[in-house]
């Protein structure tokens, strides 16, 4: 479903699209938007708050704050 979606959006055809880089994507977006852990987890799915911290990378801005 997946690739049907991304083919319909007309992505790029050499980035490899998979359920788990999209939902690594939102969690880092999430995580940016200074969104809390425990709504990221709600709208991701995640049973954990380590698992997104697995997921998330700080950004330079963040790192700095």
């Known amino acids: ?3 049907a979606m ?3 959006a007309r992505f790029l055809k050499h980035k ?3 359920n ?3 939902r690594k994507f939102l969690v880092q ?3 940016n938007a200074n ?3 425990t709504e990221t ?3 991701t799915g995640h049973k954990n708050v380590q698992s997104i911290t697995n997921y998330s990378n700080i950004s330079v801005e963040q790192q700095q704050k």
């Open 20 to 22: 788990h880089s999209v």
């Open 29 to 31: 977006k999430l995580r």
């Open 16 to 18: 490899r699209i998979t």
């Open 1 to 3: 479903m997946l690739k």
């Open 41 to 43: 987890m709600a709208i």
């Open 35 to 37: 969104i809390p852990p």
């Open 6 to 8: 991304a083919k319909d």
